[in-house]
């Protein structure tokens, strides 16, 4: 984050703006909107800032710059659309210590006035740190279309209401959901639409029933919801896991989850990794099943945020029978599994009509051990089987589909980290498996496919240096011996 955000108040509070052209213009508007005292120092300037001045919103005064109008303002905008007279206003305010802005010159500001949207009291900025300013724009325009335009007088409407919420609702958690209830409700609806008036009879309705309902509200059970976070890109959760998860008290997760998708909890929400970190203890299944459990029966709602789906290789159906056993609420949010996910990511049609009518999902570890299938119905022609946890057993994978009847000349794409920024995709022959996986020295969560969709596969291209390199190094240095590629340890990393 190159830049930290803040919402700085302005009210009353002095700014001085040097330039009177259009883009002086430009950025008096918004510093006008949030109050500010503004000075406007130029020799010149257009229509819009005359009749400011001339009806007393903002000063005007006609003369140079000097770095004797800077000590006592808040912020310094300098519009002043001259290399020099910009260089100078900045010198001057970094000097003072006051947050300085040059329009469209980064390098001599010390902030950046972001791209808004306003529904006062509720406001959007955006930035791209001017990096793409065109991509702000766009996201603002996006924003602008889908943001109703009476969001600002929801949240009045809302907090009009506060101090009554508190007073008939007194436990905060309860109040929480009131509120969540609230914007998702009828009430709501009808403040966005302009009905004020019949809205605010019916929020006093809701209030009345409130108070009879806010001590069964207060005393409420949590609930648990297995969430699908889906193969890694945060992009593939559903808006309804990004809602569970936004609602949520506490966030159970494990090492498939990344930060990025946790960091869509709430700020206050806590949030308990019980993957397997380097070094550290990893958390057991009956271990994750306790603590799912006890925060519940506390009254929280659990998040319980699981890579891919969670009912797919992800023990969900273990979790769910443990605490329906304790009478507790289990819901469940489907995700993206990597099979889907990561295919799609490589550019594998999973059941191509030409190819592969039927397709099969295995996990490369049964219960104990080698998974109890049936090797032969696997071996068959016209299928895609989509192997899970599969890398560190590659090695039998392979023996056991020749040895049942498949062709060693399959084809097989093995995909480690799908969907994220670190993809590999790599493709090969099933006799070869087991080397190319090893090959490749893959540790992430790595996903194999057997068939001829395989062959369909959109491979990550190596870097050209590493691997040009064994080959020119016996021309550029004759006597060093050729490097041979070390054999990497099963994965542990991707087992769950
Ligand atoms: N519930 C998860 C699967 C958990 S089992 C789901 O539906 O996707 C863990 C295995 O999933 C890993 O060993 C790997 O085989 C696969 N996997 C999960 N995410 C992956 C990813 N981003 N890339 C490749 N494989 C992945």
Excluded at 198 to 223: F, H, K, P, V, Y
Aim: proline residues 7%.
């Amino acid at each position: 984050m190159q830049h930290f955000p803040i919402f700085l108040s302005l009210n009353q509070r002095p700014v001085l703006l040097v330039g009177g052209g259009e883009t002086a213009a430009r950025k008096l508007r918004p510093l006008a909107k949030a109050g500010a005292q503004v000075l406007v120092v130029a020799e010149t300037v257009g229509p819009e800032i005359v009749e400011a001045a001339s009806a007393g919103r903002i000063t005007w005064q006609a003369r140079p710059f000097t770095p004797a109008d800077v000590p006592g303002q808040v912020l310094v905008v300098s519009a002043a659309e001259d290399d020099d007279v910009d260089r100078v206003v900045s010198k001057a305010a970094k000097a003072a210590g006051v947050p300085v802005n040059v329009v469209d010159r980064p390098s001599l500001s010390t902030f950046i006035m972001p791209a808004l949207v306003d529904r006062s009291p509720i406001l959007v900025a955006i930035s791209s740190g001017g990096a793409a300013p065109i991509l702000a724009r766009n996201i603002r325009a996006f924003l602008e279309s889908h943001l109703p335009a009476q969001l600002g007088a929801l949240a009045r409407f809302a907090d009009s209401f506060r101090d009554a919420v508190k007073a008939v609702v007194g436990d905060a958690a309860a109040r929480r959901r009131f509120w969540e209830r609230f914007f998702d409700g009828p009430v709501a609806t009808k403040v966005l639409a302009g009905e004020t008036t019949r809205a605010r009879e019916d929020m006093i309705g809701l209030l009345n029933r409130s108070a009879a309902l806010a001590e069964a509200t207060e005393n409420q059970a949590g609930r648990v919801t297995l969430i699908g976070a889906g193969p890694g890109d945060p992009d593939l959760l559903t808006f309804r896991a990004l809602r569970a998860l936004q609602q949520a008290d506490v966030v159970v997760y494990d090492q498939l989850v990344g930060p990025e998708i946790v960091d869509y909890a709430r700020r206050d929400a806590e949030r308990v990794f019980v993957g397997k970190a380097k070094g550290a203890h990893s958390a057991s299944q009956a271990e994750i099943n306790a603590l799912l459990a006890e925060h519940a029966l506390a009254g929280r709602r659990v998040a319980r945020l699981k890579g891919g789906d969670p009912m797919v290789f992800g023990r969900g159906g273990e979790e769910m029978a443990y605490l329906a056993e304790r009478h507790i609420t289990v819901d469940v949010v489907p995700g993206i599994t990597a099979a889907t996910g990561c295919l799609a990511a490589a550019g594998i049609p999973l059941t191509h009509r030409d190819h592969a009518p039927m397709t099969t999902f295995i996990a490369g570890h049964g219960k104990d051990g080698e998974p109890q299938v049936d090797w032969p119905a696997l071996a068959r022609q016209n299928q895609s089987l989509v192997i899970y946890m599969g890398a560190s057993v590659a090695h039998s994978l392979r023996d056991r589909l020749i040895g049942a009847g498949m062709a060693a000349d399959m084809p097989v794409a093995v995909i480690e980290n799908g969907t994220r920024s670190n993809q590999k995709v790599v493709t090969g022959e099933l006799a070869t498996l087991p080397a190319l996986i090893r090959g490749h020295g893959f540790t992430g969560p790595t996903l194999i496919v057997v068939g001829a969709v395989a062959r369909f596969a959109r491979v990550t291209r190596p870097a050209l240096l590493p691997a040009l390199l064994p080959a020119l190094l016996p021309a550029l240095l004759p006597n060093v011996p050729v490097p041979v590629p070390v054999p990497v340890q099963p994965m542990l990393a991707e087992a769950v």
